[in-house]
Nanobody, 116 residues
Framework: VEVVESGGGLVQAGGSLRLSCAASGTTFSISAMGWYRQSPGKQRELVARLTTGGGTTDYAESVKGRFTVSKDTDNSTLFLQMNSLEPDDTAVYSC??????????WGQGTLVTVSS
């Protein structure tokens, strides 16, 4: 099983990026998926998450109204649309997948840098 993120990069403040998180090599069910981020000197922060069954979403207060989490129909790819980016959004973003049975799976992380 491999979880791979993509879409990070350098963007100016006010710009947008879309992160993707693709799971391959798995046939088991996923119950929840989400994104964390961490920047130097700060605690890791849960940015957004969703449940695959009911489609419930949750967001950190700092990104509400700017970020949108979504997935594809077979729960193999998770997305994070990030709009109106701010320098404080600069961080390594990591996705996770929670199988219905088994440990949480993590991606390797992708760096997002927002310049002022």
């Amino acid at each position: 099983v491999e979880v791979v993120e993509s879409g990070g990069g350098l963007v100016q403040a006010g710009g947008s990026l879309r992160l993707s998180c693709a799971a391959s090599g798995t046939t088991f069910s996923i119950s929840a998926m989400g994104w964390y981020r961490q920047s130097p000197g700060k605690q890791r922060e849960l940015v957004a998450r969703l449940t695959t069954g009911g489609g419930t979403t949750d967001y950190a207060e700092s990104v509400k109204g700017r970020f949108t989490v979504s997935k594809d129909t077979d729960n193999s790819t998770l997305f994070l649309q990030m709009n109106s980016l701010e320098p404080d959004d600069t961080a390594v973003y990591s996705c996770y997948l929670d199988p219905t049975s088994g440990p949480r799976m993590w991606g390797q992380g992708t760096l997002v840098t927002v310049s002022s």
